[in-house]
């Protein structure tokens, strides 16, 4: 798997939250909240690569901290609010290309609400996916609110990729649709 940064240059053509390198204070973003990570391929919350700072002083003890774990690697990204969701591209040995849509952030694990088809998709078949997801109504409460066409036409896209992914989170609120964080396959 590539790194985060690696990743979202591959998917620079689609709505990405931006990183920026992280090489002392001066780097920070001016305003707060905003998330430093360590730049690797693997799962960034399990490792504790992950801090959220919301002033000078966390952003300080958190670079400190990431360093001491993960060397000079690490970026900035401002913080995004709403819906976490994930969408994912595995390639099978039966079924080829597999898309998965579902919620995700820190709970995906947890609460394992993911739908799956085999590509290729229509747009209609990423509406299909959504409403089985058992908290659609989630979804649908806010649907006058929330960027769910611009979600959907993002899955579209990403469905014509000719390579394993793992979008986790993929942020949706009134505005925008934003990848925040990526892993692509070598």
């Known amino acids: 798997m ?10 620079k053509n689609f709505p990405i939250e931006e990183v920026k390198d992280v090489k002392s204070e001066d780097d920070f973003p001016k305003q707060f909240p905003f998330y430093l990570k360590a730049d690797i391929p693997e799962h960034k919350t399990e490792l504790g690569g992950i801090k959220k700072c919301h002033n000078i002083e966390e952003a300080r003890k958190a670079l ?17 609010e709403g819906i976490e969701m994930i969408v994912g591209i595995k390639k099978d040995k039966t079924f080829g290309y597999l898309l998965a849509v579902g919620f995700g952030g820190i709970f995906v694990e947890s609460i394992k609400d993911i739908s799956f088809r085999a590509i290729p998709v229509t747009r209609h078949d990423i509406i299909d996916m959504l409403r089985e997801l058992k ?6 409460s806010k649907r006058k609110k929330l960027a769910l066409g611009k979600f959907v ?11 394993e992914i793992d979008l986790n989170p993929i942020i949706i609120n009134e505005k925008e649709v934003k990848i925040i964080d990526a892993r692509i396959g070598n």
């Open 135 to 140: 908290n659609f109504p989630i979804l649908e």
């Open 64 to 80: 400190v901290d990431l360093r001491r774990k993960f060397g000079n690697k690490i970026i900035s990204q401002k913080e995004v």
């Open 2 to 11: 590539k790194s985060l940064k690696e990743s979202l240059e591959i998917l």
């Open 153 to 163: 036409k993002l899955v579209y896209s990403l469905s014509k990729l000719k390579t």
